[in-house]
């Protein structure tokens, strides 16, 4: 399986370091903007691509209006830049749409389930209890923002899977989607967000979605920056399973962290890593 870590969405809030926590010729400013990432994987199987996450789509780029919702857009700031969504990347490697069989949400917040209109003819896989909030009829303001009915009103042919299943490096419920890519529940940020993992050789990656948002949060000295602290306890629906799900992420790294890679959605310095390791 040849593993592919895409940008498929960038976004740059203002706030600078207190978002991203990064330096800047030596100096952590907040008076510029911060830059977070759609970080989505494309694995290339036997029998065809699988997406693991979609980030924004060719429609959320082009005409933003209908499923970005403007008060989003404002705080996110995303470039929406045509060339980073899933669609164009995937071509650039010579594919075409039809050829990605499957995509693997970790959940279906519009960041992350935006690409699917560009993928029709995917089978959608997703945990059932994610799949209910964003279908529900009576969703309140925050979930219409958060699960935008318009990214999936193509009717994907959705597949659910229940957080129930075999155990896994100390996590439990894991479901096998294929003997290479496991899901692994991580509840909190939605009631129905799971992480993905990905067997590549001897090793493992796990995407871990939104469990987290900073690359120094499943760390032995954790810490994560005062503006995204605010926005994870503000977009978080079970926040009790959120931070016992971040202890464990922590604990997984820390016993196993010679086998399994873990890493976030948006975090940039997360994706630049895996990319320069899959260049070398």
């Not at 990605?100 to 389930?113: A, E, I, K, N, Q």
């Not at 926040?239 to 959605?265: I, T």
Request: negative net charge; glycine residues 10%.
């Amino acid at each position: 399986m040849k593993v592919h870590h895409l940008n498929c969405g960038t976004m740059r809030p203002f706030g600078g370091a207190l978002i991203d926590g990064r330096r800047v010729d030596g100096r952590k400013s907040v008076f510029r903007a911060a830059t977070l990432v759609c970080h989505v994987l494309l694995l290339e199987t036997d029998d065809g691509l699988v997406l693991v996450d979609s980030g924004l789509g060719v429609d959320d780029v082009r005409t933003p209006g209908p499923t970005l919702a403007r008060h989003w857009r404002l705080l996110s700031r995303p470039v929406l830049d045509e060339r980073e969504t899933a669609l164009r990347q995937v071509e650039a490697l010579g594919y075409r749409a039809r050829d990605v069989r499957h995509v693997v949400l970790t959940h279906l917040d519009l960041d992350h389930g935006g690409g699917l209109r560009d993928f029709p003819h995917a089978r959608v896989h997703v945990l059932a209890e994610e799949l209910d909030a964003a279908l529900s009829p009576g969703k309140k303001a925050g979930d219409r923002t958060r699960y935008p009915d318009a990214q999936w009103a193509h009717g994907p042919e959705w597949v659910t899977h229940e957080p129930h299943g075999e155990p896994w490096f100390g996590f439990d419920g894991v479901r096998e989607f294929r003997p290479d890519v496991l899901l692994v529940p991580l509840i909190g940020h939605t009631r129905g967000h799971t992480g993905v993992a990905v067997r590549t050789g001897d090793r493992w990656l796990l995407h871990a979605g939104d469990a987290y948002f900073h690359h120094s949060e499943p760390t032995a000295e954790p810490h994560c920056p005062p503006g995204l602290t605010f926005l994870q306890g503000r977009m978080d629906t079970v926040r009790e399973l959120r931070l016992s799900n971040q202890d464990r992420l922590r604990e997984l790294v820390g016993r196993h962290g010679d086998r399994v890679d873990v890493f976030c959605a948006h975090d940039a310095v997360e994706l630049e890593r895996h990319q320069h390791r899959a260049a070398r």
